[in-house]
């Protein structure tokens, strides 16, 4: 009997370097597939990826830093090991391919799985590569882009893919969200979102201006791990510090969305048509990948944007009463807004790569077959 086809996914650091990969993970187990994750032994990845089921490989990792610091002589060791890792574990599982979805967790997981002879896909999420997929373009054998004008220097191949759908994001109920989140359905509702680790500066400038905000929004805001304050609880708003399967059903309870701009969540916006303010991390925490992302919305008519330092609570009043005013127009533009069929390219090229009968199609298949039946 032949064996499965086997693949490592690696990816983490933050959310947006996991979730993409659940769907994959999810249609390759349908197929068949053995399905296996590398990643950090306490970053996020861990926690999403034990949701599924899914096994679970810990490996060191060194943070891939932009500044001077003394931890980043610790690093280099903790790369190097977590290279050697990253080896003994592919000499050890022997996938026929590795998927990466970036963050610094994966750079060990590819290199290493490289030194030991595995075809690696990668997938940058932003405009322009992160400082991961640069150091591993010329490992992998194409890496795959949302963007369709990224260009990534040394890579032998490029494609844009665009990125997977979390299951169920576009068929949340709207009754749901409103009744999950305690509100009364009276108003527009306003999702403010600060991304998988929240934001500091977006929750303390929505919370300055709550009062004013819930005269004409209820307002649902995700905060992020931690970031709860008890003593704002009132009609109208509802806090929540990290939603997971809910989120369909309070994204569908959305008028119009607050939201960081990192690629992943404004793709998922973007594709549910929502009229959205975008709040791009500064370059003072990051290399200014958000604010690229941001700008390209914003130039495709497809979202407005305020930069983190111009944000206080006049400018956030100001921008949503303009999204509010050009709400019809956003959702013209949002609805003529198309992406390539992420989830059958990247199953296809997987499926090349590791030497496997196309999966993508049959899938795809299926979800017309499943949206025929539903009618």
Known sequence: MTAPARILFTGGGT???????????ARLSEAGW????????AGIERDIVAATGVPYHALPTGKLRRYLSLENLLDVFR???????????????????????????????????????????????DCSPGLATRLVARYVAAVCTNFPDTRIPGAARVVHTGTPLRAGLLQGSRAAGIDHAGLAGTRPVLLVVGGSLGSAALNACVRAALPDLLERFEVIHIGGRGNLDQELAQPGYAQFEFVADPYADL???????????????????????KPTLLVPLGTAASRGDQIENA?????????????????????????????????????????????????????????????????????????????????
Do not use: C
């Open 79 to 125: 790369v190097l090991a977590g290279i050697v890792a990253g080896w003994r574990l592919a000499r050890r599982l022997r996938p026929d391919v590795v998927f990466s979805k970036g963050g610094f967790v994966s750079v060990p997981v590819v290199v290493g799985a490289r030194l030991a002879g595995i075809p690696v896909l990668a997938h940058e999420s």
């Open 251 to 273: 994204l569908a309870a959305a008028d119009v969305v607050v939201s960081r701009a990192g690629a992943n969540g404004l793709l998922e916006l973007l594709q549910a048509g």
């Open 15 to 25: 959310a947006g370097h996991v979730t993409p990969n659940l769907a994959l993970m």
């Open 295 to 375: 700008q390209w919305a914003v130039t495709q008519g497809l979202a407005r944007q305020v930069l983190e330092a111009e944000l206080d609570t006049p400018r956030l009043l100001e921008e949503l009463d303009a999204v509010l005013a050009q709400r019809q127009d956003l959702l013209l533009r949002l609805a003529a807004f198309s992406v390539p069929d992420s989830e059958r390219l990247l199953l296809d090229l997987l499926a090349e790569l590791a030497g496997q009968p196309a999966v993508g199609a049959a899938f795809q298949e299926a979800r017309r077959s499943s949206a025929h039946d539903s009618k």
């Open 34 to 41: 053995d399905v296996h994750y590398a990643g950090s032994k």
